[in-house]
T-cell receptor
Framework: DAKTTQPTSMDCAEGRAANLPCNHS???????VYWYRQIHSQGPQYIIH???NNETNEMASLIITEDRKSSTLILPHATLRDTAVYYC????????????FGKGTKLSVKP | DTAVSQTPKYLVTQMGNDKSIKCEQN?????MYWYKQDSKKFLKIMFS???????INETVPNRFSPKSPDKAHLNLHINSLELGDSAVYFC????????????FGSGTRLTVV
């Protein structure tokens, strides 16, 4: 079962930042937070992951609270092509973990 | 170059038939997976193979049999297809077992009629 809670859907205006929240209050010390997205009719795409520190890459930023019980994925300048279902997944980063997908957040970027 | 490729992309077949879906990755990853996405869009892991060895076998009917001839390939064979097998099947790979940064294929839409 998924260990995360995400809003079912969100809207964002094109060009604005999209902030997608995720609650993972039962996360344990060796578990990472991963974000994937699935654009319609495509396979899921890895976005970013982190353990404790905030992370940034060319796609997005990941902000993890100090207690690690929640996180926010930030798409700094959303485009129409960012419309997708975004999945927040908590899993062990080592040999025991595997990706278990929840329901995700359907992000709609509008002109 | 396609990193994880699945064939066929679409597969329509009758109940009771046996079919296979092929998956190949050219990323040099050690672990490969099969996921099933049903009509409600839930993605569920079916199998995980690490260096050609079965690691995870979730509650999947034994009509489904994965086969890994080498660590770059993980094929899915399905016997006696049923209507409920209709779904999109995704292959994926990762550098290590359970490690992040999974790369997914584009999926195979299986329709059983």
């Amino acid at each position: 079962d998924a260990k995360t809670t995400q809003p079912t859907s969100m809207d964002c205006a094109e060009g604005r930042a999209a902030n997608l929240p995720c609650n993972h209050s039962t996360i344990s010390g060796n578990e990472y937070v991963y974000w994937y997205r699935q654009i319609h009719s495509q396979g899921p795409q890895y976005i970013i992951h982190g353990l404790k520190n905030n992370e940034t890459n060319e796609m997005a930023s990941l902000i993890i609270t100090e207690d690690r019980k929640s996180s926010t994925l930030i798409l700094p300048h959303a485009t129409l092509r960012d419309t997708a279902v975004y999945y927040c997944i908590v899993t062990e980063g080592g040999s025991q973990g595997n990706l278990i997908f929840g329901k995700g957040t359907k992000l709609s970027v509008k002109p | 170059d396609t990193a994880v490729s699945q064939t066929p992309k679409y597969l329509v077949t009758q109940m009771g038939n046996d079919k296979s879906i092929k998956c190949e990755q050219n990323l040099g990853h050690d672990t490969m997976y099969w996921y099933k996405q049903d009509s409600k869009k839930f993605l569920k892991i079916m199998f995980s193979y690490n260096n050609k060895e079965l690691i995870i076998n979730e509650t999947v009917p034994n009509r489904f049999s994965p086969k890994s001839p080498d660590k770059a390939h993980l094929n899915l064979h399905i016997n006696s297809l049923e209507l409920g097998d209709s779904a999109v099947y995704f292959c994926a790979s990762s550098r290590g077992q359970g490690a992040g940064g999974y790369t997914f294929g584009s999926g195979t839409r299986l329709t059983v009629v």
